[in-house]
């Protein structure tokens, strides 16, 4: 088994004491498993615990570094034996996410949350991979209308969305709404080229492609004209009430407040509404307030209303995505 090469032993800062902890793995745990294909998770625990030194004989880890740094490490194994057990397959990412949550000083297990399986279809397993998306699934799951709102790449849509499959798996619903505001970049349909449909297919494109990852897509034109699944721009949700349905409405930004409320007044009986959206990339025009940015305030004293807020400790894109949301974060605070 692998253990820790001699260019990457850790020092501990003078004065710091250091400690030894010896983990024993269970024999049904697989060491190979646990480890990672070429030891990769066992090199992305090293790279999270620069100050301690990882030892693996058998199925013995010897931890080796300051006592703080080895008792979170030993947590993390307890964290990543549980995740495997559960079925979870383990990765760097994983573990990545796991030293995230430990670090923050949260009481969020990383178990709980990378084995929470949110739905199951088509041979893959959508599952939360950071705290602020479980509570996010779970906020859906406890209310009627859930606001998630966030940074891009944060899963905002592709969670709700699995949420939607799920409850019409279920029958808890008869149809699944999606719906979206055809404003983008100060573009107006007009002036793009093609019929109506042309033109609103784009914007409606992203619900699309996350339906195709969760439904069998020669399923989906049957359901479609069925009206099970239903894919339109805001516009056409005025007038109508819509009855055991689960009715997302993605890129909530670009509502005007008058249009939020319009949407939210078309909730029926046995429904459930998720709101998305980015309140940093708003695309309407020049003097027209966002409905995301002040439904909180109109609605925070209304029971059965949740809102979710996910930042770049969220994002479950490339690295860089976390990095860029964060710099436009900096840049954004130096203008007020």
């Not at 480890?35 to 931890?63: K, P, S």
């Not at 008792?71 to 079925?87: F, P």
């Not at 008869?174 to 007009?190: D, K, M, Q, S």
């Not at 400790?313 to 710099?327: E, M, T």
């Amino acid at each position: 088994m692998a253990e820790t090469t001699p260019d990457r032993q850790r020092r501990s800062l003078p004065g710091t004491a250091r400690v030894e902890h010896r983990i024993t793995i269970p024999s049904s745990v697989s060491m190979v498993e646990l480890l990672g294909m070429d030891d990769q998770v066992l090199r992305a625990v090293e790279e999270g615990f620069r100050t301690v030194d990882v030892h693996v004989r058998g199925n013995e880890i010897t931890l080796g570094g300051p006592a703080g740094d080895v008792a979170l490490v030993a947590r993390l194994v307890d964290e990543l034996v549980e995740t495997a057990v559960a079925g979870t397959p383990l990765t760097p990412d994983v573990v990545t996410r796991s030293v995230a949550m430990l670090t923050a000083g949260t009481a969020t297990r990383p178990a709980d949350v990378l084995t929470f399986n949110i739905l199951s279809t088509r041979g893959r397993t959508i599952r939360a991979k950071t705290a602020g998306q479980k509570e996010y699934v779970d906020a859906i799951d406890r209310n009627t209308i859930t606001f998630g709102i966030g940074p891009a790449g944060t899963g905002k849509t592709y969670l709700a969305m699995a949420k939607a499959v799920q409850a019409l798996q279920a029958r808890q619903v008869n149809r699944i709404v999606l719906t979206r505001p055809a404003v983008e970049a100060g573009e107006r349909l007009g002036f793009l080229p093609g019929s109506l449909s042309d033109k609103i297919d784009p914007y409606l494109r992203p619900l699309y492609d996350a339906l195709h990852d969760m439904v069998d897509p020669e399923s989906i034109p049957r359901l479609m004209e069925a009206g099970t699944i239903e894919v339109a721009p805001l516009a056409y949700m005025r007038g109508r009430t819509l009855n055991d349905s689960f009715i997302i409405l993605d890129e909530a930004q670009n509502t005007s407040a008058e249009q939020m409320k319009m949407f939210l007044t078309r909730l029926g009986f046995g429904s459930k509404v998720v709101v998305t959206g980015d309140v940093t990339q708003v695309d309407l025009p020049s003097g027209t307030t966002s409905g995301l940015r002040v439904v909180e305030s109109i609605l925070d004293d209304v029971d059965d209303v949740a809102f979710c807020r996910m930042s770049s400790s969220d994002v479950v894109r490339h690295r860089l995505v976390s990095d860029i949301i964060d710099a436009y974060a900096r840049w954004d605070s130096t203008k007020r």
